[in-house]
């Protein structure tokens, strides 16, 4: 008699699991055909170190296959990921929810790929977006240098980082960091005392602005609260257009640089960071050239005006070297 309820109980339990199935499809499997055709998409359509959305049960093949992408499996826990400008996402068989997605980012491209959907959502703002310095690191050139004018390279070039040769810590490339609570991608450029980190980007098209931001990790002011500020530098050609500090406060610090006066043409723009005391300064750092949305005239070489379309904005993107 002590078993006369488990039999309900199986069935029950499998109504429960076929309901749940129903209103959640979990999709089949993805051939390598399609696999490789949607990594051929993404070769040609995708910035580097973009963010994709893919189904958990496509977990293995998803980081074989986007290994220079940031990976959400399933909806997204933390809505640091909504502050990319673009996002994809892989859909099979209705698998995918799209619906928290809307009220950020806009659809701008949908594709069928053998079994699956690819679809690319973009924030409004990308359309005024020139040039991302995070999705270019690997552009990037990075050294050290100090005030005696000796010179370190950092050359070595793993996990989207590129490793300073005196302290493996002093890196500059991409990361996640917690701020303000929630991790988050930025550049990582932890300055080294007595030294100063410096990242170069050569031939970037400039236009009306460099937006960004910049902090130290939540772990930092918890444990150091009394640390050393960081000196955070912009230099365009070599005139310094921006000089920060870091405060021993959490959450990000927004700037905005004008320079209209590089507008049109294609620069050389430096970050360097350089501290005092270098115990735990976990400094980050995002930024990006940003047109105005045509509403002002691009120099061109005749001296004329010509005024940018939002085509001719929002196109560039990293170039072949950086993919």
């Not at 002590?2 to 699991?17: E, H, N, R, S, T």
């Not at 973009?50 to 399933?74: N, Y």
């Not at 002093?170 to 450029?189: K, L």
């Not at 507008?263 to 105005?292: E, I, N, P, Y």
Request: charge should be positive; charged fraction near 30%.
């Amino acid at each position: 008699m002590k078993y006369k309820y488990i039999l309900p109980v199986i069935v029950a339990a499998a109504v429960i699991f076929a309901f749940v199935r129903v209103l959640q499809p979990v999709p089949e499997p993805i051939t390598d055909e399609t696999w490789d055709a949607v990594e051929k998409v993404m070769a040609e359509e995708a910035w580097e170190s973009e963010p994709v959305i893919v189904h958990p049960v496509w977990e293995h093949s998803a980081f074989q296959r986007f290994k220079t992408h940031i990976l959400s499996m399933g909806k997204p826990t933390s809505r640091s990921l909504y502050n990319y400008p673009r996002i994809w996402m892989v859909i099979a068989r209705g698998a995918g929810d799209t619906d928290y997605l809307e009220e950020t980012h806009k659809l701008t491209f949908d594709r069928e790929v053998g079994e699956v959907r690819l679809q690319r959502w973009e924030k409004p703002e990308v359309k005024n977006l020139v040039f991302d310095f995070f999705s270019n690191i690997r552009q990037a050139k990075v050294r050290l240098f100090d005030s005696k004018g000796k010179t370190r390279a950092c050359d070595s070039f793993r996990n989207l980082h590129w490793t300073c040769p005196i302290r493996d810590w002093n890196r500059v490339g991409q990361s996640t960091v917690q701020v303000d609570g929630e991790w988050q991608s930025a550049v990582w450029q932890h300055p080294l005392a007595k030294w100063t980190t410096e990242t170069r980007f050569e031939n970037v098209p400039m236009d009306s602005f460099i937006k960004g931001e910049f902090a130290l990790a939540d772990p930092t002011i918890k444990k150091l609260p009394n640390g050393s500020k960081v000196e955070f530098r912009i230099l365009i050609n070599d005139k310094v257009v921006g000089k920060f500090a870091s405060e021993n406060k959490i959450g990000w610090k927004n700037f905005s640089i004008d320079t209209s006066e590089f507008k049109g043409s294609r620069a050389t723009v430096l970050f360097q960071t350089s501290t005092a005391r270098d115990a735990m300064r976990h400094f980050c750092w995002r930024a990006r050239v940003m047109s105005d949305g045509g509403k002002t005239a691009t120099k061109t070489p005749d001296g004329t005006g010509k005024k940018q379309s939002d085509g001719e904005v929002g196109s560039v993107q990293p170039s072949e070297e950086a993919r």
